[in-house]
Antibody, heavy 129, light 111 residues
């Protein structure tokens, strides 16, 4: 069964740090771009960050760049989001989602995008004193 | 890239059609001919789910009453006949370039 499972959400004080995890199963984890997205109370979905299959390239939303760090450990089928200097406005449900699939044939890499087609169940982060 | 959806609230009678518009601040048409816009639905109490990718491609398992259309900067999600299970918040998302951005979301409710 193809799935992503997030963990690590909790109550944290403003200025604090937290590390979220997302474990994948049922698919070749190391072949996919992975993303973090959040849903804040009263606001819509917000894309936060993305990471290439090999982990070498990372991308961030302006709202979290410099405070959040995405990483992955393909040997553990795990994606992470290190969140530092947390603010009240970071209170949200955080989701990981699967993105572009990469395929290597010989020396050529191919990219196949079929949407963010697998999402985790979400983990809740509350930033409050 | 700014994504602007309308309407933000959409009450619909079951069996009737529904349409949601999404406008982007710049063209989402890639040189490969695909429009890099997706549509997602977040039902109450659930994670978001993919409905449409690259403008008009229905995701696996999505009923054929859902369709996506448009090109460039103007996109539309249509539901041919709304069912009670379609309630939730619909969001468009551009994936042409990072930072990826979502529209504000359209809340569909049943009359």
């Amino acid at each position: 069964q193809v799935q992503l499972v997030e963990s690590g959400g909790t109550l944290v004080k403003p200025g604090g740090s937290l590390r979220l995890s997302c474990e994948g199963s049922g698919f070749p984890f190391s072949d996919y771009y992975l993303n973090w997205i959040r849903k804040t109370p009263g606001r819509g979905l917000e894309w936060l960050s993305s990471i290439r299959p090999g982990g070498g390239n990372t991308y961030y939303a302006d709202s979290v760049g410099g405070r959040f760090t995405i990483s992955r450990d393909n040997a553990r089928n795990s994606l992470y989001l290190q969140m530092d200097n947390l603010r009240a406005e970071d209170t949200a449900v955080y989701f990981c989602a699967r993105g572009t699939q990469t395929l290597v044939r010989g020396v050529q890499m191919y990219y196949h995008y079929y949407g963010l087609d697998v999402w985790g169940q979400g983990t809740t982060v509350i930033v409050s004193s | 890239i700014m994504m602007t959806q309308s309407p933000l609230s959409l009450p619909v009678t079951p069996g009737e059609p529904a349409s949601i518009s999404c406008r982007s601040g710049q063209s989402l048409l890639h040189t490969n001919g695909y429009n890099y816009v997706d549509w997602y639905l977040q039902k109450p109490g659930q994670s978001p789910q993919l409905l449409i990718y690259l403008g008009s491609n229905r995701a696996s398992g999505v009923p054929d009453r859902f369709s996506g259309s448009g090109s460039g900067t103007d996109f539309t999600l249509k539901i041919s006949r709304v069912e009670a299970e379609d309630v939730g918040v619909y969001s468009c998302m551009q994936v042409l370039q990072t930072p990826y951005t979502f529209g504000q979301g359209t809340k569909l409710e049943i009359k």
